[in-house]
């Protein structure tokens, strides 16, 4: 019989499975269809379970279901408070309180993506400060962060205060290969990947949205067609080729956002089926490889442009067309953007706030001529 493997999770130690449980889609389903799926997912295997302060009910609904089985899965947690006391008085109690425990594994600090969130969560008033207290008095073990914005993740790993970290990436957003995940890596840091198959923007995973795992695994990018003709072959599931991705690296854990028992069964069997992406996978994708320079990290520190012009989207779509070969799909959602380049009055304030010093004028030039 298959089991799911499991991955040292850096140097917290744990062994956790590479399929984890993403707790934002059971937000939509009843309290007794929520635990249905948690629990489901705990007997195939899956032993990481991770939730978050702002996810409305998901930390009750994970703390129901694995009540009994508390010290035999890794629960992670997140707080979004920003200062000491609200982490500790609003946040951290009542993560407690939730998921049915008095030791929760890791707590991350929430979707950090500033530097100056980065600066005020880690100052002495700032909830950093309450992890690490919690920490000491023994009811959280370890701490983590979680971000999209690569250039703050680097920095913030760099302290050394980070047990793990909890960044976005896949197969069309590789950003987090450049450096977080080799530095993760080097400073024995967990890495725990989110967004596998396109995240809260995709419908996949947004509850507020209808596709499912199952349903409509192509993510609002690409259109589905040229998705497969990227993937290579007709028919062959992009939800599976977009897991398989993301497994070929090093990283201890996936967790997508599961909503039925059926999206559950799915991901464990392309987890336990894994052996490794064939040579012809790794050519189709390029694997290993970034775009070429310049290119967009999307951190969004440009932003926001005086003209309204969106930088960060219109450089993605450019690297979906140049780097992916993503034409029609991009051609047609360009001239859907409020905004384009030809609001640029040239100011050059993007260009001086890009921590990649990238020529971001003459980048959305190029991408005008190209994607108008
Ligand atoms: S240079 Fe153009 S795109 Fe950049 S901030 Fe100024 S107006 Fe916006
Ligand atoms: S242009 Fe530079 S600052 Fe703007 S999102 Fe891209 S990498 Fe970040």
Redesign the pocket.
Known sequence: MLTLQKRRLGRTDLQVSIIGFGGIPIIARSRTEAEEVVRYAYEKGVNYFDTARAYGDSEEKIGAALRDVRDKVVLATKTHQRTREDAARAGLKQSLRNLQTDRIDIVQLHGIDSEETLKKAMSTDGSLTALKEARAEGTIDYIGISGHNP?VLVKAIKTGEFDTVLVDFNVLNRKATEEVISLAKKLDVGIIIMKALGGCGSPLQHPQRNGTLLGKPELDWPDPSEFIAYFGKEGIDRAQRSLRFVLEHEISTIIPGFRSTEEVDYAVKVAEDFNGLTSIEKETYKFGELPPEPF????????PCPDGVE??TI?RWDTYYTFYNIKRWTKEQYPKLRSRVNSCTECVR?EE????H?P?IK?LKEAEKRLS
């Open positions: 250039y967009c990290r999307e951190c969004g520190l440009c932003k930088i960060p450089l993007c706030k890009c921590p990649y990238l971001v980048m």
